[in-house]
């Protein structure tokens, strides 16, 4: 009565192959990452040292270490989240609290998601032409750090909208049905509970921020620079240009340099992807409703 | 239409007149004229798509929100005309309560779900801790919460259950002291025994509010209403005393419904 027919064993035969199938392909995808991380850390590792994250390069950049790029990465980071959280964040906040649905909404959410689908050397055209010359801030800091953020800013938004809206309608409602306003309640029960969202959105912008290098060609990064800069008006050397350029660029390069500039790149970004998650995991465990 | 409150219209919690409502080209209401005395316990019934949540949702003007919904005629709440241009939605909100199906407290601690109402209404003036602490311990043993939750104010209210949620729900409306208390099925999402608790609440709160009740329970009605309405595909069947209604309805629907021919 209850042994298996022809029928049975045929399904879940096809059951196990497309487990084991779609299950390979999943593992196909770690394989990359691991290649990455496995190449970059043998070649790389001999060479962080001390030294190497905490000083100027030397002979042409041929030796030495990378100081100035890694301080400018953290400057251009910094500069960048200055101008897009707040303006994000504040986007994000009108688009999913107080925006009515309307064409003009939705035009403005398509925009978004347009922009977040830009090239990154079409922004670093548009950074040369609106803050290097129209707004006359040449290539420095301010600018390159400007273009950066226009082109996260979607990150920003579409993170902070969707943690907006994670949070349930029902707490919205009993707030306004006991006459709170639409700002004491983003205020109140809304943003607490889109916090950790939101955080997240913003360290993901910053591990993409930190990587880039089309935006920052023309606009504010230098391929070498003798003294660090001393404000945003000054250019700054950066990691990832940095990393182009000992590949590339110099003749007689030590193999294992930009194996060593590659590393300390992916790690930064890394550690900041690790750190929103954590992030992440720490206030959902704390978080009941 | 803002009339002059006259000696019947003050002792009347709600008075509406041809109130009809519309979502988009569908007619909810029709013609409601109802008047809901004051510091009773009234409870609607009627079957499912009657127009009786949807009364209760205009008496604090809910229904606005969707956008889509047409009012005519008139709806006092003591006395004046809530749908004036003067009106101040958010008094309207403060003045009328609203506990609904599921019970919503926000995801802050029980202490600060009691406070929320009281803090929202009265910003920038900062109260006393010792005042704050006089308003959570009032409310929650008016809702007959306090003794179960005194240890553990500062707990979050989504950990409670739904009984003790849904009386915190009630707990929060009391401090800005509304004078009329809207629940649309307040107890439809409990367990019998967590009905049978917030019946008895609502029962103690007799006489210190108004309270109009919606619900699909006849029983319900019958046990914690001292006036009852029933309606029918938007229309006002009968209103009368709540005893005479379940033992002698004056209508022929009224009697088929609470007999449950239909529902």
């Known amino acids: 009565m209850f042994e298996a027919t022809q029928l ?15 299950g390979s392909m999943t593992g196909l995808l770690i394989l990359p990452v691991a290649l990455i991380m496995g190449m970059l850390i043998y070649k790389g590792a001999p060479v962080i040292s001390f030294e190497f994250l905490f000083t100027s390069p030397t002979n042409g950049m041929t030796a030495g270490g990378i100081f100035p790029a890694l301080l400018g990465t953290v400057l251009l980071v910094i500069v960048a989240l200055l101008a897009s959280v707040p303006l994000g964040v504040a986007a994000a906040i009108y688009l999913s609290e107080y925006a009515p649905d309307n064409w003009f909404t939705r035009a403005i959410n398509l925009a978004i998601i347009n922009l977040a689908g830009v090239p990154s050397i079409v922004h670093a055209l548009f950074g040369v032409g ?27 938004i579409v993170a902070t909208r969707e943690s907006l809206q994670a949070v349930p309608m029902a707490f919205r409602e009993a707030c306004w049905n006991m006459g709170a306003t639409r700002w004491q309640t983003i205020r109140s029960v809304v943003l607490p509970n889109a916090i ?32 660090l800069p001393q404000g945003v008006f000054d250019q700054t050397m950066a990691l990832s240009l940095h990393l182009f350029v000992v590949s590339t660029q110099v ?34 465990g704390k978080k009941k409703w | 239409m803002n009339q002059p409150a ?89 003045q009328i309560g609203m506990v609904f199906q599921r019970p919503n407290p926000l995801p802050i601690s029980i202490r ?64 800005v ?33 108004t309270i109009l009740i919606v619900t699909h329970n006849m029983a319900q009605a019958r046990r914690a209403s001292e006036e009852c309405i029933f309606m029918l595909m938007g ?15 004056q209508h022929k629907e009224t009697s088929d419904y609470i007999e449950g021919r239909y529902g």
Not at chain 1, 8 to 22: A, D, E, V
Not at chain 2, 6 to 25: C, E, F, H, M, V
Not at chain 2, 112 to 122: D, P
Request: aromatic share 8%; charged share 20%.
């Open chain 2, 112 to 175: 600060e779900n009691v406070l929320f109402g009281h803090r929202i209404h009265n910003a920038g003036r900062k109260t006393s801790k010792s005042e704050n602490d006089d308003i959570v311990e009032d409310a929650l043993k008016t809702v007959l919460l306090w003794d179960k939750v005194k240890d553990k104010l500062d707990q979050k209210a989504t950990a409670l259950s739904l009984e003790e949620q849904q009386k915190l729900c009630i707990a929060r409306l009391l401090p």
């Open chain 2, 235 to 249: 229309k006002v069947v009968e209103h009368t005393e709540t005893g005479q209604m379940f033992v002698t309805p």
């Open chain 1, 196 to 227: 950790t969202g939101i955080l997240t959105g913003v360290i993901l912008e910053v591990s993409r921020t930190a990587g880039e290098t089309a935006p920052i060609m023309f606009t504010g990064a230098a391929f070498f620079l003798p003294l």
């Open chain 2, 6 to 94: 006259t000696d019947q219209g003050s002792s009347l919690a709600i008075r509406t007149q041809k109130l009809n409502l519309w979502y988009g080209t569908f007619q909810a209401l029709f013609d409601i004229d109802l008047d809901i005395k004051q510091g009773i316990i009234t409870s609607m019934i009627g079957p499912s798509g009657c127009g009786k949540s949807t009364f209760l949702r205009s008496v604090n003007r809910i229904n606005e929100r969707l956008g889509y919904v047409r009012i005519t005629g008139s709806i006092d709440v003591m006395g004046e005309n809530i749908y004036d241009p003067d009106v101040e939605l958010i008094q309207v909100r403060k």
């Open chain 1, 130 to 156: 609106a803050f290097v010359i129209f707004f006359k801030f040449g290539t420095s800091i301010l600018a390159a750090s400007l273009t950066l953020a226009i082109m996260t800013l979607p990150v920003v």
């Open chain 2, 177 to 209: 002291k509304p004078g009329l208390l809207l629940m649309d099925e307040p107890c439809s999402a409990l367990d019998p025994k967590g009905t049978e608790a917030v019946e008895e609440l609502i029962w103690e709160l007799r006489g210190q509010y």
């Open chain 1, 8 to 22: 049975n064993r045929k399904n879940k035969t096809r059951q196990r192959m497309f487990s084991i199938g779609l």
């Open chain 1, 251 to 284: 003749p007689g390069m030590p193999e294992q340099l930009p194996f060593g500039v590659a590393l300390v790149l992916i790690s930064m970004v890394l550690i900041m992807n690790s750190l929103s998650i954590a992030l992440r995991m720490y206030l959902r």
